[in-house]
């Protein structure tokens, strides 16, 4: 979920012009230590405070003076405030504060932890503080589901080769089952046999799901002989990243830590897919803890340039797809997972609409940030996925019927669409081709932590769902040590005050988001760091979509197929994914960039 630019460590690093933004974070690596209180164990809770020293009004009564135990510790205390900016206390009340802390904070404090913190992951005991992204659209009525209406396409005939099969869209081999010309078995055994040879080059795959997927393939050929077409995900295999749990084989994590877990759970999104007749034919790998593409089994490598890494930590889905070892693959992103590996890897993938998609049985970074979405070969075939996995989930807390009309019925001529100065201009030219009005635009905002503000949320709240994997001394032994182990020590230092003060910060940037959103839609570059995080802070969709190639850097003697994909962003307000979706299906009629194959035993 959590994305790092492999080439600049954008996610280590705050972008050129942010410094000041990130000061404060940068002032909390300072090593610390608080010994104020000695180390506590099995005290137990606090009794109910005494109120009875209150007056009539409601004002504490002045008690009588005394004098106080010194604390050991109180000088350290002290010392260590400064690096919570909070270093204005004179003595006699740090002493009163490492008394209350003794008293009252450390024994609430253990007993919260081991209530609800003995296992990782967050999969258990969700905050019920939820966030939405609907500006308000759809919160008065409970929008009424109706399926989208996919279009037709006939006179598909399988072709000869294998390899162009592997590259067809889900609209195209779902023809296929649909007339039979091809078994969702015949289907599955192909996939499996590009995941076996390409994943020794790309190391994209961390579990193969063989069992499952031939008795789902079997039972999708079934049907269908019986008449029965679950629609266009029937018989179609397809990968999920390796946090979303499904029972019996192993959710990794992509940790070292959690290399042999097995989460019994069917995961809400797992359970959507299948329902749609899908075929799951592998875990796909996750970057450690959802963080950049680096895992206990290796690194995952870009397909269209394996000398360079896919980035972003739903490096296995991207990779996977670009490479045609599953036709399409569920990823996730809290900032940058489903952008950047799609960008790096030449796919078309959609960040939907925040709480779009249950996410329960899902390894959580931060409740209010998490995602998850399709990477496809195109923007219709995403566009059939998220419709076969939104809705309510039961678990989730934050999931809601999100109001996405049909993107396969918007009339683009009817929409004003801005464009970024660094947005892709072919993109422009072909809507303003096809009717689309296009305006310059600049989406403006006063808030200018912006990145700080994802940080500070995305750390803390990682940190709370894994507490006991830090304490325990587990983030020595993590995959790749300037990552996580690094932003989670940091965390520590943050205190809830100026947590829920980015919170505030964040509904200031929202409401200024709002206000400036004046389009239906706004096209930009997909990767730019602070508009990462504002999508993500803020809940808009993006389609991201490739529109072209360069030849790499240093290529080596005698040339190479090898290129650096480009890509552009197709941003839409909360609940207006079709809208995206539309234009970029639009964009995709008159393109071909998207059908381009990478060149993996040609390198």
């Keep these: 979920m959590r994305?790092?630019?492999?080439?600049?460590?954008?996610?280590?690093?705050?972008?050129?012009?942010?410094?000041a933004a990130f000061s404060p974070l940068l002032l909390l690596l300072t090593p610390f230590l608080w010994a104020a209180t000695p180390a506590f164990s099995s005290t137990p809770m606090p009794?109910?405070?005494?109120?009875?020293?209150?007056?009539?009004?409601?004002?504490?009564?002045?008690?009588?003076?005394?004098?106080?135990?010194?604390?050991?510790?109180?000088?350290?205390?002290?010392?260590?405030?400064k690096y919570f900016d909070a270093d204005f206390f004179n003595d006699s009340k740090v002493q009163e504060m490492a008394t209350g802390v003794k008293e009252f904070n450390l024994p609430?404090?253990?007993?919260?932890?081991?209530?609800?913190?003995?296992?990782?992951?967050?999969?258990?005991?969700?905050?019920?503080?939820?966030?939405?992204?609907?500006?308000?659209?759809n919160d008065e009525a409970p929008h009424k589901y109706i399926q989208f209406r996919y279009p037709s396409i006939h006179g598909i005939q399988r072709p000869n080769k294998e390899e162009d099969i592997a590259f067809m869209t889900i609209l195209e081999l779902g023809e296929l089952i649909r007339t039979k010309q091809i078994t969702s078995?015949?289907?599955?055994?192909?996939?499996?046999?590009?995941?076996?040879?390409?994943?020794?080059?790309?190391?994209?795959?961390?579990?193969?799901?063989?069992?499952?997927?031939?008795?789902?393939?079997?039972?999708?050929?079934?049907?269908?002989?019986?008449?029965?077409?679950?629609?266009?995900?029937?018989?179609?295999?397809?990968?999920?990243?390796?946090?979303?749990?499904?029972?019996?084989?192993?959710?990794?994590?992509?940790?070292?830590?959690?290399?042999?877990?097995?989460?019994?759970?069917?995961s809400w999104v797992y359970k959507r897919l299948k329902a749609a007749g899908g075929v799951l034919v592998a875990k796909l790998v996750s970057g450690s803890l959802a963080y950049d593409d680096i895992w206990f089994g290796g690194r995952t490598r870009n397909p269209w340039n394996i000398e360079e890494f896919s980035t972003g930590s739903s490096a296995g889905p991207a990779a996977s797809t670009s490479a045609g070892l599953v036709p399409f693959a569920i990823g996730s992103e809290t900032a940058g997972s489903i952008t950047y590996p799609s960008a790096r890897c030449g796919i078309t993938a959609l960040r939907p609409t925040f709480g779009t998609v249950g996410?329960?049985?899902?390894?959580?970074?931060?409740?209010?940030?998490?995602?998850?979405?399709?990477?496809?070969?195109?923007?219709?075939?995403?566009?059939?996925?998220?419709?076969?996995i939104r809705g309510?989930?039961?678990?989730?807390?934050?999931?809601?019927?999100?109001?996405?009309?049909?993107?396969?019925?918007?009339?683009?001529?009817?929409?004003?669409?801005?464009?970024?100065?660094?947005?892709?201009?072919?993109?422009?030219?072909?809507?303003?081709?096809?009717?689309?009005?296009?305006?310059?635009?600049?989406l403006k905002y006063t808030v200018?932590?912006?990145?700080?503000?994802?940080?500070?949320?995305m750390d803390v709240d990682m940190l709370s769902h894994f507490d006991k994997w830090q304490r325990l001394g587990h983030d020595d032994d993590y995959e790749a040590q300037d990552q996580w182990p690094v932003e989670l020590r940091r965390a520590r230092l943050i205190p809830a005050v100026d947590y829920i003060q980015a919170q505030r910060a964040r509904g200031k940037l929202i409401r200024e988001v709002r206000e400036s959103f004046t389009v239906d839609a706004f096209i930009g570059n997909a990767t730019d760091w602070e508009r990462v995080c504002l999508g993500n802070l803020v809940g808009i969709p993006v389609v991201?979509?490739?529109?072209?190639?360069?030849?790499?850097?240093?290529?080596?003697?005698?040339?190479?197929?090898?290129?650096?994909?480009?890509?552009?962003?197709?941003?839409?307000?909360?609940?207006?994914?079709?809208?995206?979706?539309?234009?970029?299906?639009?964009?995709?009629?008159?393109t071909n960039h998207h059908r381009q194959r990478p060149p993996i035993d040609d390198p």
């Design 3 to 19: 994305s790092q630019n492999s080439s600049a460590m954008r996610l280590l690093q705050p972008p050129q012009g942010a410094t």
């Design 47 to 81: 009794p109910a405070i005494d109120r009875s020293h209150l007056d009539n009004c409601g004002a504490p009564a002045v008690p009588e003076s005394k004098s106080v135990e010194p604390i050991e510790g109180v000088k350290e205390l002290m010392d260590s405030l």
């Design 359 to 388: 996410r329960s049985g899902v390894m959580s970074i931060s409740e209010s940030l998490d995602k998850l979405g399709p990477f496809c070969r195109s923007a219709a075939d995403c566009a059939l996925v998220i419709d076969a």
């Design 448 to 457: 200018e932590s912006v990145p700080a503000i994802l940080n500070f949320t």
């Design 185 to 266: 078995k015949e289907l599955t055994d192909l996939f499996f046999r590009r995941l076996k040879r390409y994943n020794l080059v790309l190391e994209a795959v961390i579990t193969l799901t063989e069992e499952l997927a031939y008795r789902q393939a079997e039972e999708a050929d079934k049907l269908l002989a019986q008449g029965v077409y679950l629609g266009p995900l029937h018989g179609i295999p397809y990968g999920l990243k390796d946090i979303i749990a499904v029972p019996h084989y192993k959710t990794t994590w992509g940790s070292k830590t959690f290399k042999d877990q097995v989460l019994n759970i069917e």
């Design 392 to 442: 309510i989930d039961p678990g989730d807390l934050s999931s809601r019927h999100v109001g996405i009309d049909d993107p396969f019925e918007v009339d683009i001529r009817k929409l004003t669409v801005g464009f970024l100065k660094d947005a892709e201009m072919e993109v422009v030219h072909i809507l303003q081709s096809k009717g689309v009005n296009c305006v310059p635009f600049e």
């Design 544 to 590: 991201v979509v490739p529109t072209g190639f360069e030849n790499i850097k240093n290529p080596p003697p005698g040339g190479t197929r090898r290129r650096t994909t480009i890509t552009t962003g197709i941003y839409a307000p909360p609940d207006r994914d079709h809208i995206a979706l539309a234009l970029a299906m639009a964009y995709q009629s008159a």
């Design 108 to 137: 609430m404090f253990m007993v919260n932890r081991e209530l609800i913190a003995s296992r990782d992951g967050g999969l258990n005991d969700p905050s019920v503080l939820v966030f939405k992204s609907s500006w308000g659209r």
